[in-house]
């Protein structure tokens, strides 16, 4: 894989794996458009962590506060440590929910690659409940739940298939089980570490038979440092559109791209 690839592919990775309009999705379509070859499970390592380290360093105030929570568990404990506590539970019902189905789907999620015309259509779906979140109009703060977190890990493990945002899913999942569009976010940016992390952790087995030279490696570190930078920029860019309730603007444009996906690509 050229340089030249390696950017395009972080840019394409790094916008779309936290704006809500399916990284991969996106992968699969210029792939095909570009005509660029499977780049191979170096080169999704490498994306993957500059994901990674985006929504770490945006997040690392709330990561921090979780971390310190995992140590102290007086009665006494200050408020933002027992909210940690909470927010931490919940991430990890989440997590083993989308987990489950993952593993049990894996083999039928990873089918859906080849075909670009479901990804078109899945586009389309994600533009669905995206314009459809915009319209709850919650304003009293929910309290995460057990429901709830379970209803947000099933959307995260459904948006494995291409074409389904994994950000669009939780995030509106979060909103119609009544979280606030903050909490919503939140939760779903942090819920992005230990899938992205499993994700890069099963791909990692498969290292050996990925023999690639230097310059070739040296490139793939480039897409995953692209990726990075993009990826921090689209987070804080989607934050500002989701408290402005403007997540339609996604939902039309993953309809423009999923029509075209599925007439002309």
């Not at 976010?185 to 099963?202: D, E, N, Q, Y």
Request: aromatic residues 12%; charged residues 15%.
């Amino acid at each position: 894989m050229t340089a030249l690839k390696s950017i395009i592919l972080g840019i394409v990775q790094g916008l779309t794996e936290f704006l809500p309009v399916s990284s991969s999705g996106h992968l699969v379509i210029f792939q095909k458009l570009l005509k660029f070859n499977d780049p191979g499970v170096l080169f999704e390592i490498a994306v993957h962590l500059g994901t990674l380290v985006a929504v770490i360093i945006y997040f690392r105030k709330d990561i921090w506060e979780i971390i310190k929570s995992i140590f102290n568990w007086r009665k006494d404990a200050p408020e933002n440590i027992k909210y940690a506590h909470h927010l931490l539970f919940y991430l990890i019902i989440s997590s083993v929910i989308t987990a489950i189905i993952g593993f049990a789907f894996k083999d039928t999620f990873e089918s859906l690659f080849e075909n670009t015309v479901l990804v078109g259509f899945m586009l389309i779906i994600t533009g669905g409940f995206l314009f459809a979140s915009d319209k709850i109009r919650n304003t009293t703060k929910k309290k995460m739940s057990v429901p709830s977190s379970l209803l947000v890990g099933l959307a995260q493990s459904i948006a494995i298939i291409p074409g389904i945002s994994r950000s669009g899913a939780t995030i509106t999942a979060g909103i119609f089980t009544g979280r606030t569009r903050d909490l919503s976010t939140r939760f779903s940016f942090l819920l992005s570490i230990p899938a992205i992390l499993g994700a890069t952790l099963l791909k990692i087995k498969d290292m050996q038979s990925a023999m690639s030279s230097g310059e070739v490696v040296l490139n793939f570190i480039l897409g995953g440092i692209v990726a990075a930078i993009v990826g921090y920029f689209a987070i804080s860019f989607l934050i500002k559109m989701i408290k402005q309730a403007k997540l339609f603007y996604f939902s039309i444009y993953c309809w423009i791209i999923g029509i075209i996906t599925i007439f002309f690509i």
